[in-house]
C-alpha cells in the first residue's frame, strides 16, 4: 500500500488540515506545525496563525484547478485520492500529466484500500434511506488513509464535514453552506458524497482509534453531538 508514503507517515505523529473556515476560531498555527508530518487538502491554504506554514503532504482530487494548488506547494508529496480504475479519473489527467512532465513527487491512493473504504461507507447508506453510491471525499480518503499507513498520532483540523463554510480562498468559499449542501446533493453521476454517512464513518474510525486520533475542538463537538 503506497510504500513511499507510507514511509513519510508510518509511527510519526501527523496533522491533517483541511479547508474550514472554522479553522480560524484557534490559534492552532504552531501546534499544527510541530507535528512531524502535515498533510493538507486540495485547496488548504497555510498561515501562521492558524493553519500553521508547514505542508509534506498534499491530497488531491486531481481535477485541473488544482494545479494552481500544485504550484504553490511544489515542493509537497502530493497524493491523488482517487485510484485510476474509477470512472471519472479520466478529468484527473491534466494533473497527472502536469506532475509527470515536471518531475514532482506524487502518488495515487492504492486502488483496494479506496474499494474497502467505498465499501464500508456504502454499506451505511440504509441508514439514510440513500440509494447512490456513496463516494469519499478527499478529506475522508486522506484520514482513513493516513491511520492505514500507521501514523503513530493524527491530529485533525479544518475539517468537519461541511458543517461551516470554506475558507475565503477555496473554489467554494463564496458560497453558503446551503449552496454548498445542494451542490453536494446534486451529485456527481451515480456518485454522491453525502456527508452525514462519512461522518459517521468517521466517528466509527475516531471511537476505535482514540488514543492516536485527537480532534480540534469543532470536529470534537460534532463527533460527540455536543
Known sequence: MNEK?????????????????NIE???????IDSHDVVIRLNDA???KKHRGEKTDVVYIDGSGRRIETIISK?????VFSYPSHIWFFERMHQTLNFLKDNKLNFDIVD?????????QLNSKRSLFDEKRNIRPNTG???LFHTIALGAKKMYVSGIDFYAGSYEPSHVWGSKSNEEVKRILDGGDGPDVHHP???LTLFKELYNKNKD??????TLEEIVNGT
Open 212 to 217: 492516536r486520533i485527537s480532534l480540534y475542538p
Open 25 to 31: 476560531k484557534y490559534d492552532d498555527g504552531e501546534f
Open 196 to 198: 452525514e454517512i462519512q
Open 74 to 78: 511544489i515542493d509537497s508529496y502530493f
Open 111 to 119: 486502488g483496494s484500500f479506496y474499494d474497502e473504504l467505498s465499501t
Open 140 to 142: 475522508t480518503v486522506a
Open 45 to 47: 491554504s497555510t498561515d
Open 5 to 21: 508514503l507510507k514511509d513519510i507517515v508510518n509511527n510519526k505523529t501527523v496533522a491533517v488540515v483541511g479547508p474550514s473556515s
